[in-house]
């Protein structure tokens, strides 16, 4: 009967292969011989044993995604995670009446121990969040405010005053000392973080759209660019004495509204997601729905149908834009995502589904889907990758009231 069971599953979900998990126990099961193998691994603080993953298997893509943590929390906005030294850093409103905006450290190898620090005064939400090397923070604030926290005396290190509310951080993948932000009015600014009064360069967007995403990427040749996203789409940056007007990449125009946008470190695969704008009933209407600067759960909504575009860099800087997947999307917020390469493997593409609050995974260039993580309660409000030189990849997503670490091995 289980045998019959287990084929009824295949036959419904058309998967190739599952797991499913009683207590700490996986068990592996495929197709054909409907049970391949089980393992034994110590889950950490798991707050509920109903968790089925399904996973598809094809020959470019053979990570598994085991749930390692699963903590409470309490009005969660954005994460940052260090696969190194495995603590994630929170940032969200705190329990009370006053609800003031503060940060958070949780040790996934003491017990989920959580240190909470105090942020600046009128410092307001926090936008992004980016770990550092030598475990540094970076945080971008909506009032104004570029911070820089040690992960290791739980101190403010440094903190930039800023022209415009930041929408996000980056650090610089060649040189540990520079630091980016991307602001509200759709400027770039770079920062020596070895010099604490102005910024090394300040740079004028294409628009003045915010910049809601900043990634530093190595090119072949051993350069290096900054890629960013506002609603116009993904635009490419170089920085430098003798650096030239930033561009779009072409054929995103037409996409729709630019929400997300995920690399893994070069050019090689960028995903880009969109959005349909809504289309114009009378003059007066505005051509697209108002952006959230804060990534609040409350502007949740059933979703719409949006598209992640994969673009591959090719001879340098020019750019073509290949598969295109589908998904639900938030009709208002900014959510992130995140492209997971693994050792030996085609890269995959992770994104926080609208419809069903949990993360889904596409394998790339394909975008067929690959993995169905647990969902949440609430709408996924951030979602990273982290994998250092050896051991296990890590992803986390977080919503307002729950944060969850997968291994990826």
Not at 118 to 140: E, S, V, W, Y
Not at 191 to 201: K, L, S, Y
Request: aromatic letters at 8%; glycine letters at 8%.
């Amino acid at each position: 009967m289980q045998q019959t069971l287990l084929s009824e599953v295949f036959k419904y979900f058309e998967l190739d292969c599952f797991i499913y998990m009683v207590g700490s126990i996986y068990y592996v099961f495929n197709h054909t011989s409907l049970i391949l193998d089980y393992n034994i691994i110590n889950v950490g603080c798991v707050l509920s044993e109903n968790n089925f993953e399904s996973v598809r298997e094809d020959a470019f893509h053979h990570c598994r995604f085991v749930l390692q943590n699963e903590v409470e929390l309490d009005g969660a906005r954005v994460m940052g995670i260090d696969g190194s030294s495995q603590i994630i850093m929170v940032s969200g409103k705190a329990p009370g009446i006053e609800r003031e905006h503060v940060l958070s450290k949780i040790s996934l190898l003491s017990q989920n121990e959580v240190d909470t620090m105090q942020l600046p005064p009128n410092t307001k939400a926090i936008r992004d969040l980016t770990i550092l090397p030598d475990g540094l923070a970076l945080l971008a604030s909506l009032g104004k405010k570029l911070l820089l926290f040690s992960m290791r005396s739980n101190n403010l290190v440094l903190e930039y005053d800023l022209p415009a509310p930041a929408w996000s951080c980056s650090g610089d993948n060649s040189n540990t000392h520079y630091v980016y932000t991307g602001l509200q009015n759709g400027m770039l600014l770079v920062f020596d973080i070895r010099q604490t009064a102005v910024p090394m360069q300040v740079m004028e967007g294409l628009t003045g759209h915010p910049v809601h995403t900043v990634h530093s990427v190595a090119l072949s040749d051993g350069g290096s660019r900054v890629l960013t996203a506002s609603s116009s789409g993904p635009c490419v940056w170089e920085v430098g004495s003798s650096c030239g007007r930033p561009f779009l990449i072409p054929e995103m125009e037409n996409q729709g509204v630019c929400i997300s946008l995920a690399c893994c470190g070069s050019l090689d695969s960028i995903v880009a997601s969109f959005r349909q704008k809504v289309e114009l009933f009378n003059d007066s209407m505005p051509s697209q729905i108002p952006m959230s600067s804060s990534p609040s759960p409350f502007l949740s909504t059933t979703g719409k149908i949006g598209s992640h575009v994969l673009i591959t860099g090719v001879e340098g800087l020019y750019f073509q834009s290949q598969e295109v997947g589908k998904s639900i999307v938030s009709e208002l917020r900014m959510p992130k995502s995140a492209i997971l390469c693994t050792e030996g493997d085609n890269p995959l593409f992770a994104y926080g589904d609208e419809s069903s609050h949990g993360v889904h995974i596409w394998g790339l260039p394909s975008f067929r889907t690959y993995a169905k993580l647990k969902p949440h309660q609430q709408p996924i409000l951030d979602l990273r990758y982290d994998r250092r030189s050896t051991g296990p990849g890590f992803l986390g997503c977080i919503s307002e009231d729950r944060l969850q670490v997968f291994s990826c091995f």
